[in-house]
């Protein structure tokens, strides 16, 4: 299976297409995941462009001894952080902003969350903390191993498995509260 680096390698032998290819391949699962941190979609997309603005610009960064996936999620990880360490610092928002802010979240969640079973999964991932949060979706979601998701989350291999048998035993107690039937 490629992880992108074959891509990468291309783009970097000149290849125009290359890093497009990137960019399709990559782009909604690092919006929606970089989306758990910073909770606007909008400001998501705005990170993931500059996460692969920062690929583009810096290219001997990327050392292609991690896949270029788990490079890019470490990358929106930090760049989401970032960006909410600086928002706690300047902390005024319109009220108008705050209601289209919501609209803009409800729409995009009915689009995209089609069916009760996964309206029920997002709110339970939703009810998790922000670490528990993470595991869960780059283990099972992105289809990250271990040791990937451990450099992502900057833990090591036990914490990560240790983290997500928790996470795991949480999610099941929160769904289990809503009374969602599992086929």
Request: no cysteine; hydrophobic share 40%; charged share 30%.
């Amino acid at each position: 299976m490629d992880n992108g680096a074959s891509s990468y390698r291309r783009f970097l032998n000149g290849e125009e297409g290359a890093f497009e290819e990137i960019m399709l391949k990559y782009r909604d699962g690092l919006t929606f995941f970089i989306g758990g941190f910073v909770r606007d979609i909008m400001t998501a997309e705005d990170i993931a462009i500059d996460v692969f603005t920062y690929l583009l610009l810096n290219p001997k960064k990327y050392d292609f001894s991690v896949s270029l996936k788990t490079y890019l999620y470490m990358l929106g990880r930090s760049r989401a952080l970032d960006h909410l360490r600086s928002r706690k610092r300047r902390m005024t928002v319109d009220i108008s902003e705050l209601e289209n802010e919501l609209a803009d979240r409800e729409s995009l969640e009915d689009s995209v969350l089609a069916d009760e079973r996964s309206r029920a999964v997002n709110r339970a991932l939703g009810a998790l903390p922000e670490k528990m949060r993470t595991v869960l979706y780059l283990i099972y979601f992105e289809e990250l191993s271990y040791e990937e998701t451990a450099r992502v989350m900057k833990l090591n291999r036990k914490q990560v498995d240790n983290l997500l048998y928790r996470a795991k035993a949480r999610f099941r107690l929160i769904i289990g509260e809503e009374g969602v039937q599992w086929i």
